[in-house]
């Protein structure tokens, strides 16, 4: 029984541990993009930022789609492809089954506001992404949509509290803008998408949980036994019968019976198929 269970485990860490490196894969793609070309510039030795987002400029609309694979040093890259990776992998495994949308989302929302609300210039980076991903996992969990929501908003904000310093003009040459709609961006997709985070960690309930011992020697009795919505099985002598439908009797209906009758028992009839039954009783909701 002992190596059954070692194998159970390891077969359950087994599968954690290739679900958890598949979880990587998306940000993982995306960073090996967004490195390759890096190393053509490099190797090149010429730039790629003409194909970056121009805020408000027509031209520049379908940098939308660029400039976030785009990076001016590989300093630049380095400082967005680890957090990166980590809030993306985060959103997966805490998102799964919205993750395709959020992550959709907010690439385009953070690029496209950015070029409504940024600078004249030139914008290159994840960085705004980035911080698109932060915002939705901060306010996911500042929401309090779920427990696990709520510790990784809590990790993320003492890891990266730090960030805020992004979202100010303090620096010339960063994209104070960019890193603002990007985190603004995140924060309308946690609150769109309220409903489904808080559904998907929603604590399951038990359903199948093993049912108590009867306090009475039930093979004396025919059909099915019951039980109430707390599991607590009904002796058959507490319930009444209208209608073919089964109710526990009343305090009144039982002082009643005790007067009238000398305590003789009767099998109750068997029960319709509208209730929920399970392997020996029947639920009364």
Known sequence: ????????????????????????????????????????EWAGNFSLSSWGLRPRELRGLSGIFFFPFLHGSLLHFASNIFPF???????????????????????????????????PGIVIGAS???????????????????????????????????????????????????HLMGLLSGCLAAWYWRREIHLHHKPAEAEARPEQEAPYPYWMYNGP???DGSRRVIHP??????????????????????????????????ANGSFRQGPWTITIS
Not at 20 to 34: D, E, K, N, R, T
Not at 134 to 141: P, S, T
Not at 147 to 176: H, Q, T
Request: aromatic share 14%; with cysteine; hydrophobic share 50%.
């Open 85 to 119: 990776v980590l809030l993306s992998t985060l959103l997966y495994n805490t998102l799964r089954p919205i993750f395709w949308k959020v992550w959709g989302f907010t690439f385009l929302l953070s690029g496209f506001w950015t070029w409504c609300f940024a600078r």
């Open 128 to 178: 705004g992404w980035v911080y698109a991903l932060l915002g939705i996992l901060l306010v996911a969990g500042f929401m309090r949509l779920g427990r696990k929501m709520m510790i990784i908003a809590g990790g993320l904000a003492f890891l990266y509290g730090g960030m805020v310093y992004g979202l100010l003009p303090v620096k010339e040459g960063i994209s104070w803008e960019g």
């Open 1 to 40: 029984m002992r190596k059954k269970n070692q194998y159970g485990q390891k077969a359950e860490l087994r599968t954690a541990g290739q679900h958890f490196v598949f979880s990587m894969a998306p940000a993982l793609l995306a960073g090996l993009l967004m490195a390759i070309l890096l190393f053509i």
């Open 225 to 227: 036994h019951f039980v």
């Open 237 to 270: 002598d507490e319930l009444v019968w209208e209608n073919g439908r089964p109710r526990i009797k009343t305090e009144e209906e039982k002082l009643a019976e005790n007067a009238q009758h000398d305590g003789n028992q009767s099998d109750p009839p068997s």
